[in-house]
């Protein structure tokens, strides 16, 4: 069974910094690419960060220039740096991957459970 544990978020100044880890474990044979989505009971889920599987990225908008995404494929992390933090980014940050097993080989996308992460003014 393919699982995915996020850690690092938590409580922030505006202003702060925070590094979010997202663990991938399971029958992996390779992972494909890998999100950061997140979500607050007034909007739906967004995706802010993105890494394809040769590294490239995307980002949303709001945070371009203060988050980077990054990865380990040796080690099946996923990174959020997330810099200059403001309150507007107060939120549930859920990790996405998607995740070729070593029986079947098929591609199949994963979530973890979300990390918090709470930024006052």
């Known amino acids: 069974q393919v699982q995915l544990v996020e850690s690092g978020g938590g409580l922030v100044q505006a202003g702060g910094s925070l590094r979010l880890s997202c663990a991938v474990s399971?029958?992996?044979?390779?992972?494909?690419?890998m999100a950061w989505y997140r979500q607050t009971p007034e909007k739906e889920r967004e995706l802010v960060a993105g890494i394809f599987g040769g590294g490239s990225t995307k980002y949303a908008d709001s945070v371009k220039g203060r988050f980077t995404i990054s990865r380990d494929n040796t080690k099946n992390m996923v990174y959020l740096q997330m810099n200059s933090l403001k309150p507007e980014d107060t939120a549930v940050y859920s990790c996405?991957?998607?995740?070729?097993?070593?029986?079947?080989?098929?591609?199949?996308?994963?979530w973890g459970q979300g990390t918090q992460v709470t930024v006052s003014s």
């Open positions: 996405n991957a998607g995740v070729i097993d070593t029986v079947l080989r098929v591609l199949s996308y994963y």
């Open positions: 399971g029958s992996i044979l390779r992972l494909d690419s």
